[in-house]
């Protein structure tokens, strides 16, 4: 498999619980958020994305929640699966700007 | 779907020699970025275009050029290659520069010798 986030802060959850991942973004002026899943070998694949005029955005068993108060922006995965086993990583932007990468969090789902 | 595609998943090459890595995408997107991802850190931009034959440095741009010929196509040359280059390569298209989701590929794996 691949060497991507070797060093990575891991995040361990039994399948079937609730997983919350964060991230701290570094713009204040950022407007636009994404948070990808790259499994090993594998390209990274959008999950959700939100947009700063919004607090919460829900998906398919995902939630992405956004608090520019702090610069927080965290991803909840509900009755997380063994496919969810991967590493996550968010994505900042605003007009104008390159979209700036996390570095992830491994999640590792326990049987 | 959109499908970005990469030339090669693994590459080996030594240390001088031009390398060319290649990178496809079939959704008509102006703009297509490359990207490096080391282990710890968060993906790097190396360059990007927003037009065929336009192209713009992105964060860490030494040691690399670009070609974009086509729409479609948007190719990554490491004139000589060196070791601090072995990394994995993500190339991505989107629809806008910002704002917009970015499709990444599955990414090419290039060790340096």
């Known amino acids: 498999g691949e060497s991507v986030g070797l060093h990575l802060p891991t995040l361990s959850v039994q399948e079937g619980d609730n997983s919350i991942i964060n991230c701290a973004y570094s713009?204040?002026?950022?407007?636009?958020f994404i948070w990808y899943k790259q499994e090993s070998g594998k390209g990274p694949q959008f999950i959700i994305d939100i947009r700063s005029n919004m607090d919460k955005r829900q998906g398919q068993r995902v939630t992405v929640l956004l608090n520019k108060t702090v610069k927080h922006l965290s991803l909840q995965i509900a009755a997380t699966q063994p496919g969810d086993s991967a590493v996550y990583f968010c994505?900042?932007?605003?007009?104008?700007?390159?979209?700036?990468f996390g570095p992830g969090t491994r999640l590792s789902v326990l049987p | 779907d959109v499908k970005v595609t990469q030339s090669s998943r693994y590459l080996v090459k030594r240390t001088g020699e031009k390398v060319f890595l290649e990178c496809v995408q079939d959704?008509?997107?102006?703009?297509m970025f490359w990207y490096r991802q080391d282990p710890g850190l968060g993906l790097r931009l190396i360059y990007f275009s927003y037009d065929v034959k336009m192209k713009e440095k992105g964060d860490i741009p030494e040691g690399y050029s670009v070609s974009r010929e086509k729409k479609e196509r948007f190719s990554l040359i490491l004139e000589s290659a060196s070791t601090n280059q072995t990394s994995m390569y993500l190339c991505?298209?989107?629809?806008?520069?910002?704002?917009?989701?970015?499709?990444f590929g599955p990414g090419t794996r290039l060790t340096v010798l």
């Open positions: 959704m008509d997107h102006e703009n």
């Open positions: 991505a298209s989107s629809y806008q520069l910002a704002g917009y989701e970015q499709f």
């Open positions: 994505a900042e932007n605003n007009y104008g700007q390159n979209f700036v």
């Open positions: 713009n204040s002026a950022s407007d636009y």
